[in-house]
């Protein structure tokens, strides 16, 4: 599984029959996949991203975990991740960066999106709603 934790999904780790971790997958959150869905309603709407993440904030809404200090609560750049992240709409995508230099140094480096891997895994999509729903602000 590319990635770590994902608002809308729940990492689970899958153990071999020794009982050692054989590898993770990701699941759907129903409580998250939720708000997920209420944030492509409301962009639908026409609320934009300021105006949907005051709405949650408003109503309650679970939010994912705050990051460096910043606020638990819903912010604009949040709102812009859940709209443009593929894996709602059920797109994995893998090999987007280059984690190892040509001298075999960590150097993590993004990759062009030609060389992008994209699978499409209907079990984890959460909304069918395209790229760019609702306006930009």
């Known amino acids: 599984m590319p990635g770590g934790r994902v608002f809308g999904y729940d990492n689970v780790e899958i153990h071999a029959p020794d009982g050692r971790r054989s590898h993770v997958e990701r699941r759907v959150n129903d409580v998250e996949a939720a708000v997920n869905r209420r944030i492509f309603e409301l962009a639908a709407a026409g609320y934009g991203k300021k105006g949907i993440a005051k ?7 679970p939010c994912p975990r705050a990051q460096q200090a910043r ?4 912010s604009s750049s949040s709102i812009h991740e859940i709209l443009y992240r593929e894996l709602h709409r059920g797109v994995v995508t893998w090999n987007k960066t280059k984690n190892r230099n040509q001298h075999g140094e960590k150097a993590p480096q993004a990759r062009f999106e030609i060389e992008w891997m994209r699978r499409d895994v209907p079990a984890l999509r959460i909304v069918t709603a395209p790229v760019g729903a609702g306006r930009r602000n």
């Open 71 to 74: 606020p638990h609560a819903w």
């Open 55 to 61: 709405t949650l904030n408003e109503e309650g809404a």
